[in-house]
């Protein structure tokens, strides 16, 4: 095994060619993400180490970005760290700062738009030790797929009594038979076909591959008919004439089958996003995977993290053809950094992410197994500790300690 590694390659059909020692890039983040790499990289490593007997060996690769790329190099998003993005191909990041209502551009957007990360993939399950809010948490075990490139976040908007706006308004008015107010702030919304069918397309191939119950269309066409109502006749024109005799639609098993799905078929059914939202409290067991276009994507992962233990325990990851990025998907938390005190769980479940997506899944289910083992033990970090009555609060990096000697 080469000590300095190998890279990912991908092979003419679209499949990863992972070598038994891969280099996979890393970006610490900012403000708590030092404290949370610390924690995390170990915890990787264990799993490996203890899954292949040394037979396999992650090999880490560190690039800039955020605060800290910005103090070395003068930029928040050197062009160094793009081309080593796209040459090796899976990377992890910590949380980058994004400041609001001004400043520089998320530096989260920038990657996945820069890089094409056109999935943003963010399983949501119940670990057992966990604290919720829910009496049944453990009936959620979900995958949102949020397209990543376009929708309102594709930055396509200008501020209020800008010489663009003002423009863009008297266009509109005039040409189009608007009758926006001059002062407006405005922004674009832009959805393709190309870009909501790709995303679908991951979605229902995810769910077929695993034989999961469902896919669900998250919308709101019945407002935005051209965009979300777009995505939704999209969405069912790829699922059912690309994975015939794979999947079925919702419809026709309440026509043909008396609303009881033929087995080995996924269900490809839509939904409503305000109503999905209260589904998924009521009724969270009849949803396994939701494919959403950006801002609801956004919305719908975080309020599905806050009902099995919060942002700190929600992995994700950000997935094109190319490459992929998996990330902690909370905030930096400046507050914090230095202290050695906030919940790593985000990245070390992301990191699990990256060891699936390696095909490395016997080392990615040591993590998922040791973290119930751990929070029943009555370890956990200070959010988890102060609503789990009798545990021991320990540091973040005592947190990652712990994982390792629960595997």
Not at 29 to 46: F, K, Q
Not at 140 to 146: H, L
Request: aromatic content about 8%.
């Amino acid at each position: 095994m080469g000590a300095k590694g190998e890279k990912v390659a991908l092979k003419p059909a679209g499949d990863l060619e992972v070598p038994d020692n891969p280099i996979v890039l890393f970006i610490e983040g900012d403000g708590t993400g030092p404290d949370i790499w610390r924690a995390s990289r170990p915890v990787l490593d264990a799993a490996v180490a203890k899954a292949y007997r040394g037979a396999k060996k992650i090999v880490w690769r560190e690039i800039l970005a955020g605060e800290k790329a910005f103090k070395q190099t003068g930029h928040y998003l050197p062009d160094e760290t793009l081309a080593a993005l796209r040459e090796y191909r899976v990377a992890i990041k910590g949380p980058l700062t994004t400041p609001i209502g001004g400043g520089f551009r998320s530096l989260n957007v920038t990657l996945r738009q820069v890089l094409d990360l056109y999935a943003c993939i963010r399983p949501v399950r119940y670990y057992a030790g966990v604290p919720s809010p829910l009496k049944e948490p453990d009936k959620i075990n979900m995958v949102v797929f949020r397209e990543n490139t376009e929708d309102v976040y594709a930055g396509l908007e200008w501020p209020a009594y800008s010489d663009e706006a003002r423009r863009l308004i008297d266009f509109m008015n005039r040409e189009l038979g608007c009758a926006i107010d001059t002062g407006a702030a405005i922004g674009i919304k832009p959805m393709t076909e190309r870009c909501s069918k790709r995303l679908v397309r991951r979605a229902v191939r995810y769910a077929t591959e695993r034989a999961l119950a469902s896919v669900t269309l998250m919308h709101k066409g019945n407002i935005m008919k051209y965009t979300e109502g777009a995505f939704q006749n999209w969405g069912y024109e790829v699922a059912l004439e690309e994975f015939e005799g794979k999947v079925i639609s919702e419809a026709e098993v309440g026509s043909r089958y008396n609303w009881q799905a033929p087995p080995g078929k996924v269900v490809i059914k839509d939904r409503l996003a305000d109503n999905l939202f209260q589904q998924v409290l009521l009724r969270p067991d009849e949803y396994q995977v939701i494919a959403t276009p950006n801002l609801n994507g956004d919305y719908l992962s975080d309020a599905l993290a806050a009902q099995v233990g919060g942002l700190g325990m929600a992995p994700g990851a950000n997935v094109g053809d190319e490459c992929a990025v998996f990330e902690a998907t909370h905030g930096s938390a400046p507050k914090y950094a230095g202290q050695d005190k906030v919940n790593p769980c985000s990245v070390i479940l992301s990191g699990a992410m990256l060891l699936e997506y390696l095909g490395w899944h016997e080392a990615a289910q040591l993590i998922h197994a040791s973290l119930p083992r751990t929070l029943q033990a009555g370890v956990a970090t200070y959010d988890l500790a102060r609503l789990l009555p009798g545990s021991k609060e320990v540091s973040c990096s005592a947190f990652g300690q712990a994982l390792v000697e629960h595997m």
